[in-house]
């Protein structure tokens, strides 16, 4: 069983970085605003650019819209959020670019997994294994995570991957939006955050986190 804690630290990051968000939809566009808000410099993509204007504008002054294997080009750090339909198109039009690149993946899966996968998460790493992924930022609305974004106690946002880079990015990224991020364990925990799993609309903050990582693992 992994072990699992939140992320030690707090406060904003250092240094600004470049994020990539992949999806414009309600999520994405939020996140990217959040990072944006955060200092970070943002470059945001779908399948037509040119049309998010409206979303750049929410950007203050921080963000961009690239196609998609520029907007990974830019990119520290992709937030991978488009409809789970397009996700595979999103990632071959990436293509090489997403080679070592950390991607935090916040969809969630509708239908049959392809390829045997046990998650969604674990599908989209087969795509582009040379990728850095973790999961997170799937598991509730944006507009519950709006609600309750910066208030204390913290709510938890779950942090799943294999990679230390990518744990630590995630980890960054979601202190800065105004989240407690908690590590959940490796690419196969992903699948209780995912649809039908336990962590899926879980509401909990922080000091509950643990309870609540226990008892979903109990339910593997």
């Not at 409206?54 to 961009?64: E, F, I, P, R």
């Not at 039009?93 to 080679?99: K, R």
């Not at 087969?126 to 944006?142: G, S």
Request: charged letters at 20%; a negative charge; one cysteine or more.
């Amino acid at each position: 069983m992994p072990v699992s804690h939140p992320e030690e630290g707090a406060g904003r990051h250092a240094v600004a970085m470049h994020i990539g968000v992949i999806g414009a939809g309600q999520l994405g566009a939020t996140l990217a605003e959040w990072c944006a808000e955060g200092g970070h410099d943002v470059a945001v993509t779908s399948r037509h650019p040119e049309r998010l204007g409206d979303v750049v504008s929410h950007l203050g002054g921080h963000g961009t819209a690239l196609p998609v294997a520029e907007a990974v080009d830019f990119a520290d750090v992709v937030l991978f959020a488009p409809n789970w339909e397009s996700a595979p198109e999103a990632i071959s039009l990436a293509g090489p670019a997403l080679n070592g690149k950390i991607i935090i993946d916040a969809t969630n899966p509708t239908g049959p997994l392809p390829g045997g996968a046990a998650s969604g998460f674990e599908s989209l790493m087969q795509l582009a294994p040379e990728a850095h992924w973790a999961k997170a930022l799937n598991t509730l609305p944006a507009n519950v995570l709006q609600h309750r974004r910066g208030h204390d106690p913290l709510l938890a946002e779950f942090v799943c991957t294999d990679l230390r880079d990518a744990r630590q990015a995630a980890a960054t990224i979601i202190r800065d939006m105004g989240f407690a991020p908690y590590y959940a364990g490796g690419a196969d925990t992903a699948r209780l955050l995912e649809p039908g799993g336990p962590l899926q609309q879980t509401e909990v903050d922080v000091f509950h986190a643990k309870d609540a990582l226990a008892e979903a693992l109990t339910l593997r």
